[in-house]
């Protein structure tokens, strides 16, 4: 037995990390075992957000939660009780008398249900009776306390009150006294017990995974340079993951047309990229066509009037290769300022930037889709053909009176789906959102279904300073699709969360696509990386995933480009945060291997 403790709790919002009210009046959570301090999870950010309104013309009012309280309803479910404020954590008045409600099986997963009503004024503190809790306590504006019995509806999922509803006590029992002095900021709501498989998932999940072992075969027989090359270690992970690298081996003086057996060393090789690997770069993507890499990103040094791309032979070769202009804003008279958020992609073998761009105004950014000529050169600006404008099946913009930006593209079978973010201003602004649409192959700019909203900022993360959602892109791996996205100001408070399908599902039904409740990429994942996101990746020769995004050098810094493996973690979803010496332990990369050499092998 682990003796796993669980505590949850809300952050101080009176700091100076620039954690807001949105983020810290959300449900934390920080585990304990076998009597050990309190550890914050999930790098001391929210995993439980409350859902915003949406109101009559589709835009969020943005909620937060306060006095969150955990319980078992059961030996597989866990309940959350919690009181609904408004963004900045004020008083509520839309749900006088009512209880936020969550069900939960692992910590992770949270569904929010109907709001219990058990109380008749705005609830200012709510407590539960332990951790197989029957009844809840609350304290209304007026300062008169309540009690009240409830159960769980299995059938309806919905949590109900019991016998004669509330009744007045004197008071409520006290806030818990926990020992968490060591997790920044907190302000400790209530623990329970947890059993050693939710507690181990919970750190493999929430903590940040780490290499523990990097293996190599006992011993292998080669006949060739070539074939030992191909022999990879195996690294090992700390939440039970693991995956193939490729070797360095120590093998120059090595006479492979001799038999014989020997120990050859190596080093397990790792790229090494600086953060930032360039500077005002912002929105960046990688991108490969014929047996190239090609980087692109949006120009904050020249106030995005410009376009440049790089090519090398590898990825770490692109962060010192050499720039080349393919477009800027005096090329075309369709295009006359802004140009963001350029994306390579290739459909049916041609190779595509999709691209953002106006002919004037902010306020009438629209997305492109530019092609490059055939047998054309992607470093010649004179290759590529002249932007154009996507629009609807029946050649409609996308909007009139707004802005459509960060459209990007991924592909089932044989249909060709773009996503993108879209903003309307007039007559109120709505927020950003976030679409999709199937085109057409051989001419992507052209719909061929009808916008369909997929995504809306509902939690706090997301429309944290500003309620965006924007920079989308796919991974396709293991039958589902993983949609990343960006949200909330693009300052320290910018974020990179999660959607998912799978594959076998329509995209273009919004039910069908599942939000994470929390983000995977905030300022609290890498230290010195502020505000990280609208990202987007590339599959090397050795199958690994590379995650090209921005972040501030420092939160005052210029909006710069960075790069970092992808890692997949226990549930096989995209970890952003595993940096180079999680990845590989320092002191693991030093390896050795057995080997006979048989000439007549090869």
Not at 205 to 229: C, F, H, I, M
Not at 259 to 266: D, F, V
Not at 338 to 363: M, N
Not at 581 to 595: F, S, Y
């Amino acid at each position: 037995m682990k003796n796993y403790q669980l505590l949850c709790y809300e952050r101080d919002p009176w700091n100076d990390e620039g954690y807001d009210a949105k983020l810290s009046h959300s449900m934390h959570l920080g585990i304990s075992q076998n009597g050990s301090a309190f550890k914050a999870l999930n790098h001391n950010y929210g995993v439980l957000f409350p859902k915003g309104i949406e109101k009559d013309d589709g835009s969020i009012d943005a909620k937060t939660l306060i006095q969150p309280c955990i319980f078992q309803i059961n030996d597989t479910t866990f309940g959350i009780f919690a009181i609904q404020t408004g963004s900045k954590a004020e008083n509520d008045l839309t749900s006088k008398g009512e209880l936020l409600c969550f069900t939960t099986e692992d910590f992770v997963h949270y569904q929010q249900l109907s709001s219990i009503k058990v109380g008749n004024d705005v609830i200012l503190e709510v407590r539960v009776d332990g951790q197989m809790a029957q009844k809840v306590f609350w304290r209304e504006v007026s300062g008169k306390c309540y009690a009240a019995s409830f159960w769980f509806n299995a059938d309806t999922q919905a949590f109900e009150i019991s016998g004669n509803e509330q009744s007045e006590v004197a008071t409520i029992p006290n806030q818990p006294k926990v020992a968490a002095e060591n997790i920044d900021g907190c302000i400790p709501r209530g623990e329970i017990s947890i059993s050693d498989a939710i507690g181990d998932y919970l750190l493999n999940k929430l903590d940040e995974p780490y290499n523990t072992a990097n293996e190599l075969p006992k011993e292998v027989t080669v006949g060739s340079q070539q074939e030992l090359e191909e022999v990879k270690a195996v690294a090992k992970y700390s939440d039970g993951t693991e995956t193939n690298k490729r070797v360095d081996w120590y093998s120059r003086n090595i006479d492979f047309t001799k038999p014989q057996s020997l120990t050859i060393k190596g080093r397990i090789h790792q790229d090494h990229f600086i953060f930032p690997m360039a500077l005002d770069r912002a929105d960046p993507c990688i991108g490969r066509w014929q047996d190239k890499y090609y980087f692109i990103a949006t120009n904050d040094a020249d106030r995005n009037h410009s376009l440049y791309i790089r090519e090398a032979d590898s990825v770490p070769e692109l962060v010192t290769a050499q720039e080349v202009k393919i477009l800027d804003s005096n090329m075309y008279d369709t295009i006359g300022n802004l140009l963001w958020a350029p994306e390579f992609h290739i459909i049916d073998g041609q190779l595509f930037v999709f691209h953002s761009a106006t002919i004037d105004r902010f306020e009438d950014v629209q997305s492109y889709v530019m092609a490059l000529k055939p047998n054309g050169n992607p470093m010649l600006a004179s290759d590529w053909c002249e932007p154009k404008r996507v629009v609807k099946p029946n050649g409609d913009p996308l909007i009139k009176q707004g802005i459509t930006l960060d459209m990007t593209e991924f592909q089932i079978d044989d249909h060709i789906y773009v996503t993108w973010s879209q903003r309307q201003f007039v007559p109120n602004d709505l927020g950003a959102w976030l679409y999709i649409a199937e085109v057409d192959a051989a001419h992507p700019w052209q719909m061929v279904s009808d916008p369909v909203v997929i995504a809306k900022p509902i939690y706090g993360w997301e429309n944290n300073r500003a309620p965006v959602n924007e920079g989308p892109f796919a991974i396709q791996r293991n039958g589902k699709v993983y949609l990343t996205y960006s949200g909330a100001l693009i300052d320290d408070s910018y974020v990179v969360g999660l959607m998912q399908i799978d594959r076998e599902l329509s995209p273009l039904d919004p039910e069908n696509w599942q939000k994470s409740n929390y983000p995977i990429l905030t300022s609290n994942t890498v230290a010195g990386e502020f505000g990280p996101g609208h990202n987007a990746y590339v599959i090397d020769d050795d199958g690994h995933y590379w995650n090209s995004y921005h972040a501030h050098p420092g939160k005052e810094g210029p909006r710069s480009s960075g790069i970092r493996r992808v890692h997949f973690d226990v549930d096989g979803e995209p970890d952003l945060g595993m940096t180079e010496d999680l990845d590989l332990k320092p002191q693991l990369v030093n390896v050795a291997l057995q080997v006979k050499i048989d000439p007549k092998k090869n």
